[in-house]
């Protein structure tokens, strides 16, 4: 019996509704299809594309058994970047013009595709839709999940072997077989591009009781696996003979990458169930050149990342200490920390994550005490905690949960103690003015 699957490289899908439904000017695509059509022969630029309305910068670096390298800059905005994750899979994040990420497109330690996220500025850092590849009822196929906060609703998406308009598709994919187009209509000319396999494989994402609480899981949509000398083998595995002709988008001679790509991976955060972010082990020679030099007294720091036209920190940006340590990633606004970001303490360990105003500590955030590692989880206001906030030690493990005014404890707190009762204790500005303890017999029911 013949147990080979027949093998499929997507080197770029574009989802209607989020993106153009053509890879006319998608850069990436390209390199990825060179380094697949050259017997995985290594892809590397340093480059300059100028397009009718725009002028980029490309510096990107593709082999085997490392983690892509990708920068897109248009003058000092970055536009895409690669962000390392573990097991040498990363992901290519796509941002605004704002320095809001809205896509990330995920690839395994061998390149090849994973998934895409889709995000809205508007709605924050929470993914509203995604796509990965699937094989359903042996056809290869791709499903579309959008997610609505702890829900989800995920729709298959057939191929198809043609369409009399691409605005008709939902999906359409470039791949080592030609353009690919995809209807969530089941229709009657499947493709008949197919996989043979013998099992199934699972992502985390099946698992995730949060999304799939209310939602019945299809087998259907688990991709299929094979065995090769007794190991489970994933179907998007190429074979290095199945490979196109494609030109290389690039016309300029491959330089090696003067960028150092690690820059930016101090700290990220990703969409629920995903990686955490691991520091790259890849990095070049050189040193990126800082976009600003900052002295406060007898510190100096160097900063990373977008500018206004004074010269004053506006957008995405890392703030690095003189010995090379991350002060502060995140947002910034008039030269000062504004939105979204994470702060360090002098030894490299994370002081602050969470919303930030003119420098202080405001809104939603986590915070860690360097002296014993106790972490608040909760809202902020002026530095201070306030409102309602956890408390956690080191470990993990539960403190209390208390009202807070301008950091003190106010108001009604609960908390354990070690045999496990439970604590109710009334607060008035830091001061206790009386408790409760509340005992749970074992016959309880």
Request: proline content about 3%; charged content about 25%; aromatic content about 14%.
């Amino acid at each position: 019996m013949d147990n080979k699957i027949e093998r499929m490289i997507y080197y770029s899908v574009a989802l209607k509704g989020f993106e153009e439904l053509d890879f006319k000017d998608d850069a990436l695509a390209g390199v990825r299809a060179c380094y697949f059509k050259e017997n995985f022969k290594p892809q590397q630029g340093d480059t300059i594309r100028q397009f009718e309305k725009e002028r980029l910068s490309y510096c990107y670096s593709l082999e085997e058994n490392k983690p892509m390298l990708w920068k897109v800059m248009k003058n000092q905005n970055v536009l895409q970047l690669s962000k390392y994750l573990p097991e040498n899979m990363y992901c290519i994040c796509f941002y605004n013009s704002l320095e809001f990420v809205t896509k990330k497109i995920y690839f395994n330690s061998k390149h090849y595709w994973i998934k895409t996220e889709y995000f809205v500025p508007e709605k924050g850092l929470s993914c509203v839709c995604s796509i990965a590849p699937k094989v359903i009822n042996g056809y290869f196929a791709i499903v579309k999940t959008v997610y609505n906060e702890n829900e989800c609703m995920a729709t298959p998406l057939y191929m198809v072997k043609s369409v009399p308009n691409v605005g008709l598709c939902d999906a359409v994919a470039y791949s080592n077989r030609g353009m690919l187009y995809f209807t969530a209509q089941i229709p009657d000319d499947v493709s008949n591009i197919k996989a043979k396999a013998a099992g199934f494989s699972f992502s985390p994402v099946d698992f995730n009781l949060a999304r799939n609480l209310n939602n019945t899981f299809d087998i259907s949509f688990a991709p299929y696996l094979t065995l090769e000398n007794g190991n489970p083998v994933d179907k998007t595995v190429v074979e290095k003979d199945v490979v196109e002709n494609f030109k290389n988008p690039f016309d300029t001679k491959n330089t090696t990458a003067d960028y150092d790509f690690s820059e930016d991976d101090d700290i990220n955060i990703y969409h629920g169930e995903d990686f955490n972010l691991k520091k790259g082990d890849y990095q070049t020679k050189n040193k990126p050149v800082s976009d600003k030099e900052i002295t406060d007294g007898n510190d100096k720091f160097s900063y990373y990342g977008s500018l206004d036209k004074n010269g004053m920190r506006n957008g995405y940006g890392r703030t690095e200490t003189a010995q090379g340590k991350t002060a502060y990633e995140g947002e910034y606004k008039n030269d000062m920390r504004n939105g979204f970001g994470c702060f360090y303490y002098k030894d490299g360990s994370i002081n602050y994550i969470g919303d930030w105003v003119d420098n202080k500590r405001n809104g939603r955030g986590i915070g860690f005490r360097s002296s014993d590692g106790e972490i608040h989880i909760g809202k902020w206001n002026d530095n201070f905690p306030e409102k309602l906030g956890a408390r956690f030690d080191k470990d993990g493990n539960f403190i209390s949960l208390n009202h807070y005014l301008h950091g003190n404890k106010h108001g009604i707190g609960i908390s354990f103690d070690k045999s496990g009762n439970l604590i109710v204790t009334k607060w008035n500005n830091n001061n206790e003015v009386e408790s409760k303890i509340i005992t749970f017999d074992e016959d309880d029911e």
